[in-house]
């Protein structure tokens, strides 16, 4: 690609050209962003044949595409929405955008989650989010737990089954839990993924490797409750942040515990496919808890291992992390999600983040500047002061009660977002 396309390049040459201006009180670049969102959208582009029932799953509704602009746009940047299908390549020279915010979950293959980073560090364009390896590598979550593992950090017992013949491994005791080793959304899990001997575990195994054209990944059983933790930030950023007190000492900001309690659901113990396509008020749906109602220390244990998580495969600036206790009641990271969902007042990176006081836009706007900073879009602010945040108010402010993640943002006194009416359906809305 040449020089004149780079966005990079041609920020670079704007802003020489500005002169010795003072620098502003916040991070802003030096002009608008020419801004694409890249997204699958549900049933835009049909699925093969042999394709598994619940294909698409994790494929985003034009709510949460337009909810995503129009908090680009309030912020005086231009967008446009660009489906991640074999017309990308062109439509990205059309349009020639400066960043690009990536949701896109890709369309087949093994590291699907990395097809779209993978074309703008080709085409040199800059994007939010993990680049190629950290995504590609979170979609498998057999490699993903070898990588936990060999870092240290605590993860149930498991295996990947390729034919489903393999003999079971002796750290391996039942009841056991199969699912497909490189899905998300909860594709492909329900009650029948818990198995209690052999013939469960054959039998679930090779309906996994046949369905999903996929090896299956088999994991003790855990039995105790179920956490999510978002993660946002980096080392260095609060050096590019609109809001650099929302950050620690570490770079990271710390979210507020959110618990899944499946345990009066439709499925219990299972937080799979069914639950997340339910909407929230309905009989059989799960709770969720924010904050969780869990120990001070714990609720800390349970963010600083999401971080850890989130380090050690490579992530950048935001995922989401997945943690269940083992029957001792010590945490065993699940899995980790570099491209978590954005659905206003829906997914639960976005209802975590509000009941903890970081409203809808400014989620989206940390994410679309933490990814511009890598790229050189932004200057590095290094003079400004950042108050204390006491470790007590990041989970003792506010009760922790059920509620359904139709409502929770609702709790929050803060001023209203253009899109926070986007209730209605759970159903078809990625997590």
Known sequence: MDAK????????????????????????????????????????????????G????????????????????SDGHTTVFLQANTNLPNALRDFCPDICFNIAEGQGGDAREAQVPALLEMMSIPYTASRVLANAISLDKTMTKRIWRDCGLLTAPFQELITGREPL???MNFPLFVKPSREGTGMGTSLKS??????????????????????????EYLSGR?????????????????????????GFHRFLVQEIDTSHSATPGVYGLKLKKLDYDVPGSADFIIPARISEVLAQQLQQLAVQA????????????????DREGKPRLIEINTLPGMSPGFSDLAVIAERGGLIYRDLILEILYLGASRFGLLAAQENFSIPVRRREMVSVRLPATPLSRQHAHTLHATAPHPRRMLRGKRAGLKS
């Open 5 to 52: 396309y780079s966005p990079v390049l041609r920020l670079q040459e704007e802003e020489e050209s500005e002169g010795d201006q003072p620098p502003p009180s916040k991070p802003h670049p030096a002009r608008p962003w020419r801004v694409a969102v890249i997204a699958n959208l549900k049933e835009a582009d049909p699925f093969s044949p042999d394709a598994p």
């Open 54 to 73: 619940d294909a698409g799953a994790e494929f985003d509704k034009p709510e949460t595409i337009q909810a995503i602009r129009d908090v680009i746009e």
């Open 169 to 171: 491994q002796a750290d």
């Open 194 to 219: 818990i198995v209690h001997d052999e013939l469960e575990l054959r039998r679930q195994a090779a309906w996994v490797i046949r369905e999903y054209k996929q090896p299956a990944l088999v994991e």
């Open 226 to 250: 179920e956490f999510t933790m978002g993660v946002l930030g980096r080392t260095d950023a609060r050096c590019y942040s609109r809001r650099p007190e929302l950050y620690g000492a570490d």
């Open 310 to 325: 989130h380090q050690a495969i490579g992530a950048l600036d935001v995922s989401r992390v997945d943690i269940r206790l």
